[in-house]
């Protein structure tokens, strides 16, 4: 079975820009999760999508969205990018909701983004 | 809200055994996760307690006290493989459900 692929793998912008990263996951999981990575602010939680619906946010300004589509694969897009933005961005699926607590997680290989 | 407190940096020798704290304060949580990260890696899970007690896998046990709000990693047979960086989660419960990780423990494992 394939695992968590995020495309692409290494995104340069410049302040300003706007930027729409990709994750698919795997075959017959209906749950996404996205993630931020920096070494000053370690892993944080940026929001689940389940269905197509989006079920729980963190604590991010408005600047960061995603959506889901019917096949559960998932977008997300960062608008008016800041040098703070520069980090890894993970997705994470699973086959039932994160909140259900039954299920793993499984990580992609993330995203590295660089704002100058 | 959820914080997660984990050492930053652990040293063990290679064949010995080595356990990862967390400790965390939260109004409420399903489980505790432990995951592991190699530098320029995805994190990949390790581990699960939904209850308090011991859970084992492997090499790698990890326990859960609520009542102390205190988890730990256990390492064992140490391998160079095994330096990594690992990361204590909870998923909140009720109106948080959310996962929160911890700080995270740079392991170096030496010959």
């Known amino acids: 079975k394939a695992g968590v692929t995020q495309t692409p793998r290494y995104l340069i912008k410049t302040r300003g820009q706007q930027v729409t990263l990709s994750c698919s996951p795997i075959s017959g999981h209906r749950s996404v999760s996205w993630y931020q990575q920096t070494p000053g602010q370690g892993l944080q939680f940026l929001f689940e999508?389940?269905?197509?619906?989006?079920?729980n946010k963190g604590n991010f300004p408005g600047r960061f969205s995603g959506r889901q589509f019917s096949n559960s694969r998932s977008e997300m897009n960062v608008s008016t990018l800041e040098l703070g933005d520069s980090a890894l961005y993970l997705c994470?699926?699973?086959?039932?909701?994160?909140?259900?607590?039954?299920?793993?997680?499984?990580f992609g290989p993330g995203t590295r983004l660089t704002v100058l | 809200g959820q914080s997660l407190e984990q050492p930053s940096e652990v040293t063990a020798v290679e064949g010995a055994i080595v356990q990862i704290n967390c400790t965390y304060q939260t109004s409420g949580f399903y489980g505790l996760s432990w995951y592991q990260q190699h530098d320029g890696g995805a994190p990949t899970f390790l581990s699960y307690n939904a209850l308090d007690g011991l859970e084992e896998t492997g090499r790698f046990s990890s326990f859960l006290s609520r009542s102390d709000s205190y988890g730990y990693l256990l390492l064992q047979e140490l391998q160079m493989k095994d330096s990594a960086s690992y990361f204590c989660a909870v998923l909140g419960s009720g109106g948080y459900q959310k996962v929160t990780f911890g700080t995270g423990t740079k392991l170096q494992v030496i010959p």
């Open positions: 994470a699926s699973s086959a039932l909701p994160v909140a259900s607590g039954k299920d793993t997680q499984y």
């Open positions: 999508y389940f269905s197509e619906t989006q079920r």
